[in-house]
Nanobody, 112 residues
Framework: QVRLVESGGGLVQAGGSLSLSCIASRSIFSMGWYRQAPGTQRESVAPITRGGSTDYAESVKGRFTIPRDNNKNTVYLQMNSLKPEDTAVYYC?????????WGQGTQVTASS
C-alpha cells in the first residue's frame, strides 16, 4: 500500500503560477498528476518515471513542469501561465504495476 499526500493549490488570477507537491509513503516507479474539472473525465496532466521520463498533456506543454525528487519520494507540479480552463481538482497518481494509487485531490482555480 502506498499513501500519497498532496499539498498546494488554491486560487490565482489567470496568468499566475501555483505549485503542487505530492509525497509518497515509499518509493514508487511512476508518479504524476491528473486533473478533473466538473462534468468531465479525469485526465492525465503529466506522469514521470523514477528515471525522469515525462509525457505532458498537449494543453499544458510549455507551461507546466513536473520535477521529481526520488530521495524524498516527492513529485511536484509547477504551473505557470495558468488559464481558466486549468481550473480543476488535481490528483497525485502513483503506479506500481499492477496497482494504482491516488491522492485526496487539491483544488486549483484560475480566475479570469
Amino acid at each position: 500500500q502506498v499513501r500519497l499526500v498532496e499539498s498546494g493549490g488554491g486560487l490565482v488570477q489567470a496568468g499566475g503560477s501555483l505549485s503542487l507537491s505530492c509525497i509518497a509513503s515509499r518509493s514508487i516507479f511512476s508518479m504524476g498528476w491528473y486533473r478533473q474539472a466538473p462534468g468531465t473525465q479525469r485526465e492525465s496532466v503529466a506522469p514521470i518515471t523514477r528515471g525522469g521520463s515525462t509525457d505532458y498533456a498537449e494543453s499544458v506543454k510549455g507551461r507546466f513542469t513536473i520535477p521529481r525528487d526520488n530521495n524524498k519520494n516527492t513529485v511536484y507540479l509547477q504551473m505557470n501561465s495558468l488559464k481558466p480552463e486549468d481550473t480543476a481538482v488535481y490528483y497525485c497518481n502513483g503506479r506500481a504495476v499492477p496497482y494504482i494509487y491516488w491522492g485526496q485531490g487539491t483544488q486549483v482555480t484560475a480566475s479570469s
